[in-house]
């Protein structure tokens, strides 16, 4: 009999503590696909990261849902010359301590991104590392002097996000960084930042708690300058399972959750509790070709690269039926893509023609080009990186098999992909590329000129692509300091790789939101969530 | 006992060293770290200035040496991804995955243990047969499956819990709990009885069979012959005799939960270690994966300790120095 009894006390207990009450009305808890790795806003480039830091920490500038550079704790800001930029700063911001934000905290925040021994390299610091002076002429005024002219400054540093010099010890800060520009204690640590610390922005938000795989806590900064944000308390979850986040919502843990699957759609709309939206983002999903003389996985009854031939990089293009990729397997949560980032982004070409599709057209011209029995490739993709990647890779080497090129997949996880790719392993591979600049040069500098480390061109051109003529327009556009002209040039260099298709544009993926039906949200093109941008229905 | 242990202990030092070698190698045989967390636009120049600040421009049994050497200091790496020490990661997991495990256990034996005893000691009878068929739902059931079961009947039909996640903690002589808060136990609840019903049903068919034979044994039928109660005899004669089996399975889940109720924190996004060595896989994190596995490699090996020195408390029999090492 005892054991009856002691059980039925533990259920007893248990059914009580189910009853524990539901969120207030000033609360809001978001569920995130994939979870920030630290606090520290200049720890690692990251979405998710980024995406943090944009609540509790400001940038000079910031960008809006579309990628566009707006003001922030810089009001205005003017190019004096090709290397020389202007910032005037906002004199009413004051940081979630109470300390007033001036230029010193700004030298002392880039500062610390040259200085930052625990980040994960290459975050942030590129804008700063070109940076040949930086002079406060007053308390709210800075004045850059950059080695080489950068027309994309201002958005690099809408990315870089400003800390109060009061967390290290210091004296007279200036930009110096060969004498640690003033700074006489340790600079702060990945791990100061994440338990708290030194967690102190001038953004909407202050960090209240962080639990690495459990969640993050936000709390309205009561000081922020400007509008403030509707939810008093913002509490992010993280849940990479697509399944359990979907769950979630349904039973009202979450109130948002990001990137449900969208097979999964037609069950929130079924329901008048729930809605999703559907945003174009900046991430193109392409085909890479190997141009080698000798590619390791690409077979031609000659011998040769079929992928030398433009006609065959033309004709395999014409293979795809992207309509049907983005019907079918992304459920129209994805775009066909006629570039490398969507029409209407800075740089892009604004009525280019959809890539068409016609089976036909490509046997003639895998003929013309001296393949008319085709020949064979291993395409490699991912299996666990980007939206329904295996069965997009899958569809696309049926299309390719259909035209007579003997097509076999190789998927396989992210970790091993990336690593074999870089090796220059692959002779057709499927990748994917967000721009984080929202410009078309972001891809078009990363893969497509010949490589070159010194100017930072190529770094992915691992299929060894080499067109003098691209190379000549790409290197004066990311030179041209005015926007209209930098514009026409990246159009240029952008309809050259669509004539020569050493890229092959399959789509670009949409970000998924879903959430109660009382709120709103509008998603962004750089896929970030922000709790400060959604709002509740009047 | 004292030279039993030593040489426990010994023989455990040589299995952690082992572990860690094929964890280190397997882990740097599957790809480079590197390309996975730096920015395919980070110059040459900088992940060169990356791959050396990590060690990994050094031959691999060199790494594995540098590894070594800072072990002996008692340290285990620092995380590729998150820049802070590996052990720091992982044991403030552990808090969350002892109390799921902990607590699913608990439920395994006080709900499988009697159930089996009651089937055993009348194998014939209806309610016998209904457990024992039963049991066989809770280990034949995939996990994921009966977890997503779980959520959308308790947390989306009827509300009752909350779908995933851990609740609110409080500090717990510097631990942070969350089975002391009301809305800890209502997250804790639904994961616990997802981990507990393969375990439940295992320790049920267990006890029914050990009771089942134990009641025909020669000392049971002397001691009712002798006219001791019945409730005397199923606790004193019958439970500690069949207690030796269910101990070893206890001991060996409790083990394998910790280090690997992957699916279930998973399902229920539940902040454990089990979920953290997927991730860090997935990031080929190789401090935080070789870490880990040391670390469960070692509960393991105490666990399989104490289970031994606890077969000698119940069964008098048994002998530690020549037995069961």
């Known amino acids: ?538 | 006992m004292t030279l039993f242990i030593l040489r426990r202990v010994i023989q455990s030092v040589f299995v952690l060293l082992a572990v860690s070698l094929v964890v280190f190698f397997a882990v740097y045989a599957i790809g480079d770290p590197v390309e996975l967390l730096v920015s395919p636009d980070t110059s040459a120049a900088e992940r060169e200035v990356m791959i050396r600040r990590l060690g990994l421009d050094l031959p691999i049994w060199r790494q594995y040496l540098v590894f070594l050497g800072n072990l002996a200091q008692g340290d285990l790496g620092t995380s590729f991804v998150h820049g802070v020490p590996a052990v720091e990661l992982i044991l403030q997991r552990l808090p969350a995955t002892l109390e799921l495990v902990v607590l699913s256990l608990v439920i395994a034996v006080s709900i499988g243990l009697p159930l089996g005893m009651i089937a055993g000691l009348a194998p014939e009878t209806r309610t016998a047969r209904t457990i024992m068929t039963g049991s066989i739902f809770g280990y034949s059931l995939p996990a994921f499956w009966q977890g997503m079961m779980l959520i959308f009947v308790f947390a989306v039909f009827l509300n009752w819990a909350p779908a995933a996640g851990r609740g609110d903690t409080v500090s717990l002589l510097g631990v942070e709990v969350s089975f002391l808060t009301a809305d800890g136990w209502s997250h804790l609840i639904l994961p616990a009885i997802n981990l507990a019903l393969p375990n439940l049903a295992l320790v049920l068919r267990l006890a029914a069979s050990g009771t089942a034979e134990a009641r025909l044994q020669d000392y049971v039928k002397y001691a009712r012959a002798k006219g001791v109660r019945r409730g005397r005899i199923v606790r004193r004669h019958i439970l500690r005799n069949i207690l030796v089996p269910v101990v070893t399975v206890i001991g060996v889940e409790f083990g394998s939960l910790i280090a690997y109720s992957t699916i279930t924190e998973t399902v229920f996004a539940w902040p454990g270690m089990g979920k953290l060595l997927i991730d860090s896989v997935y990031q080929l994190d190789r401090p935080v994966v070789v870490a880990y596995v040391m670390i469960a490699t070692f509960i393991f090996v105490t666990v399989n300790l104490l289970v031994d020195l606890a077969y000698a408390m119940l069964d008098p029999r048994v002998e530690l120095e020549k037995g069961a090492s």
Not at chain 1, 115 to 132: H, L
Not at chain 1, 394 to 421: C, H, K, N, P, Y
Not at chain 1, 434 to 442: C, F, L, N, P, R
Not at chain 1, 498 to 527: C, K, N, V
């Open chain 1, 1 to 538: 009999m005892t054991p009856f009894m002691r059980r039925s006390g533990l259920f007893g207990a248990l059914a009580f503590t189910l009853l524990a009450g539901t969120a207030s009305a000033e609360e809001l808890t978001i569920a995130l696909s994939s979870e920030p790795t630290a606090v520290d806003p200049h720890y690692h480039d990251l979405s998710s990261n980024n995406a943090l830091t944009m609540h509790v920490f400001d940038a000079l500038l910031t960008t809006d849902a579309q990628q566009k550079v707006q003001p922030n704790l810089a009001t205005a800001w003017t190019n004096e010359g090709p290397t020389t930029w202007r910032f005037e700063l906002r004199d009413d911001v004051v940081f979630s301590d109470g300390t007033p934000f001036t230029a010193e905290d700004v030298i002392f925040s880039y500062c610390r991104v040259l200085n930052n021994e625990t980040a994960v390299s290459g975050s942030f610091d590129e804008a700063i590392k070109n940076m040949a002076s930086i002079e406060a002429p007053d308390d709210h005024t800075l004045v850059f002097e950059t080695n080489e002219p950068d027309p994309l400054l201002p958005i690099r540093l809408a990315q870089i996000a400003i800390i109060s010099d009061e967390i290290a010890e210091h004296g007279e800060i200036s930009f110096d960084p060969q004498s640690d520009c003033g700074v006489t204690g340790a600079w702060p640590t990945v791990n100061d930042f994440n338990d708290g610390t030194v967690a102190i922005g001038t953004g909407p938000y202050a960090i209240e708690s962080y639990v690495k795989g459990s969640g993050i806590d936000l709390v309205r900064n009561e000081r922020y300058f400007g509008e403030a944000p509707e939810w008093e308390r913002v509490s992010f979850k993280p849940v990479p399972n697509a399944g359990p986040r979907l769950a979630g919502l349904l039973s009202g843990d979450y109130d948002v959750i990001e990137n449900p699957a969208a097979r999964d759609l037609s069950r929130i709309e079924s329901s008048d509790d729930y809605e999703y939206v559907i945003t174009p983002s900046s991430r193109v999903i392409y085909l890479q070709l190997d141009m080698r003389d000798d590619s390791p996985f690409v077979e031609a009854p000659d011998g040769s690269n079929p992928f030398q031939d433009v006609r065959v990089r033309r004709a395999m293009s014409m293979a795809i039926d992207r309509e049907a990729i983005v019907e079918r397997i992304m459920d129209d949560a994805a775009a066909p893509a006629n570039q490398f980032l969507p029409a209407g982004m800075f740089g892009t070409i604004a009525d280019a023609p959809a890539l068409e599709y016609d089976p036909d057209r490509a046997r003639e011209l895998l003929a013309e080009a001296g393949y008319p029995d085709g020949f064979s490739v291993t395409f490699h993709a991912t299996n666990d990186r980007y939206i329904n990647d295996a069965q997009v890779a899958q569809a696309v080497a049926q299309f390719l098999t259909r035209i007579g090129i003997d097509t076999e997949l190789d998927a396989m996880t992210r970790s091993i992909f990336f690593s074999r790719r870089s090796g220059r392993e692959f002779s057709l591979s499927m990748g994917g590329w967000g721009s984080d600049t929202g410009e078309a040069s972001s891809f078009l500098r990363q893969w497509v000129p010949t490589t070159d480390d010194v100017a930072g061109l190529g770094g992915s051109n691992y299929g060894g692509w080499s067109d003098p003529e691209f190379d000549v327009v790409l290197r004066e556009a990311i030179a041209t300091m005015d926007d209209a002209e930098r514009e026409a040039l990246l159009q240029q260099a952008g309809a050259r790789v669509l004539e020569q298709m050493p890229y092959i544009p399959l789509h670009y993926e949409s970000t998924i939101w879903a959430f109660r039906s009382d709120l709103d949200y509008q998603g962004r093109a750089d896929q970030y969530t922000l709790a400060t941008a959604i709002t509740s229905d009047e």
